[in-house]
């Protein structure tokens, strides 16, 4: 199956500091990219959706000036947490969809743990 | 987009025991997918029905699918400690939109 990666697995940082999280495809194409966060004991909520080459559409209630999402390339996303603070603390998780045609696929990394001191 | 609802919220069986989650959704979908989630890990792809499929086995896992009542199923026969997790279904008609999910534990 297609494989997703995410780096870094876990980060800490400083409050008011600004942490990059990426995301790859590693065996296929991704037009399109999804980020999603998970706080303790809940579900995964979807925060934005890009696609390659264009700007990314938040869900509502995310900040976009602060959750930046770059999908510069078919195998590359980005979220920037940008001046982080602790209740930004969560469990990010970035999933990927390719070519396929309508029933396609969305692949899930693994997810990056931040926390925010 | 649409999101899936599972049910139970929280099921506790013993091991060897066979567990069944259900997933309702809303509107018409391409395929349903289904995830599990260890306690502070990823994802991990279960299995995906597509809409013109009723059922699918994948080892001790068996998903259905009825299109009809909106609704697909997951079973998971003989189940081990192993398989103690949070499942999540996700219907798929464009984004994935997740439930609460169903928290399996398995009693060894």
């Known amino acids: 199956g297609a494989v997703v990666s995410q780096h870094p697995s876990w980060v800490i940082c400083k409050s008011g500091t600004s942490v990059k999280i990426e995301c790859r495809s590693l065996?296929?194409?991704?037009?399109?990219m999804f980020w999603y966060r998970q706080f303790p004991k809940q579900s995964l909520m979807l925060m934005a959706t890009?696609?390659?080459?264009?700007?990314?559409?938040?869900e509502q209630g995310v900040e976009k000036d602060k959750f930046l999402i770059n999908h510069a390339s078919l195998t590359l996303s980005t979220l920037t947490v940008t001046s982080a603070h602790p209740e930004d603390s969560s469990f990010y998780i970035c999933?990927?969809?390719?070519?396929?045609?309508?029933?396609?696929?969305?692949?899930f990394g693994p997810g990056t743990r931040l926390t925010v001191l | 987009s649409q999101q899936g609802e599972e049910d139970p919220q929280a099921l506790s069986i013993q091991e060897g025991e066979n567990a069944t989650m259900n997933c309702s959704y809303k509107?018409?979908?391409?395929?349903l997918q289904w995830y599990r989630q260890n306690s502070g890990r990823g994802l991990v792809h279960l299995i995906l029905i597509r809409s013109n499929e009723r059922e699918k086995h994948s080892g001790r896992l068996r998903v259905t699918l009825d299109t009809s009542k909106k609704s697909s199923s997951l079973l998971i026969t003989a189940s081990r400690a192993a398989d103690t997790a949070s499942y999540f279904c996700?219907?798929?008609?464009?984004?994935?939109?997740f439930g609460q999910g169903t928290e399996l534990s398995v009693k060894p």
């Open positions: 999933s990927a969809r390719g070519l396929a045609g309508v029933n396609n696929e969305q692949f």
């Open positions: 065996d296929f194409q991704a037009t399109t």
């Open positions: 509107t018409s979908i391409n395929n």
């Open positions: 890009s696609n390659e080459g264009s700007k990314a559409t938040y």
């Open positions: 996700a219907p798929q008609g464009g984004k994935l939109i």
